[in-house]
């Protein structure tokens, strides 16, 4: 979908709405979108897909509701799944 929306966008030429959206605009979008990235991968991360089967409508809810979800299921975080992501997650931004 989003290959297609650039497909289409870079064939009517509309590269010169970067020029005319503000930088302050533009970085404050993609902190937004950066956000909501990290907060959709804090479930599967933290091993908490199958709790969020049972629970229901966490997979495709608001950001709101994972992060609601994540707070009152900090207890069954799966430990070894959490390390890993997290040591990954480490490692990739000290050798960045």
Do not use: W, Y
């Amino acid at each position: 979908m989003a290959g297609a929306i650039l497909l289409i966008a870079g064939s009517a030429r509309l590269g010169f709405l970067d020029n005319v959206l503000s930088r302050p605009f533009l970085r404050g979008f993609i902190s937004a979108i950066g956000i909501v990235i990290l907060i959709d991968q804090l479930v599967p991360e933290l091993g908490l897909t199958a709790r969020a089967a049972e629970v229901g409508g966490v997979s495709h809810g608001s950001c709101a509701a994972k992060l609601g979800f994540l707070f009152t299921n900090l207890s069954h975080v799966h430990g070894l799944t959490a390390g890993v992501s997290m040591g990954s997650f480490a490692i990739i931004m000290v050798c960045r």
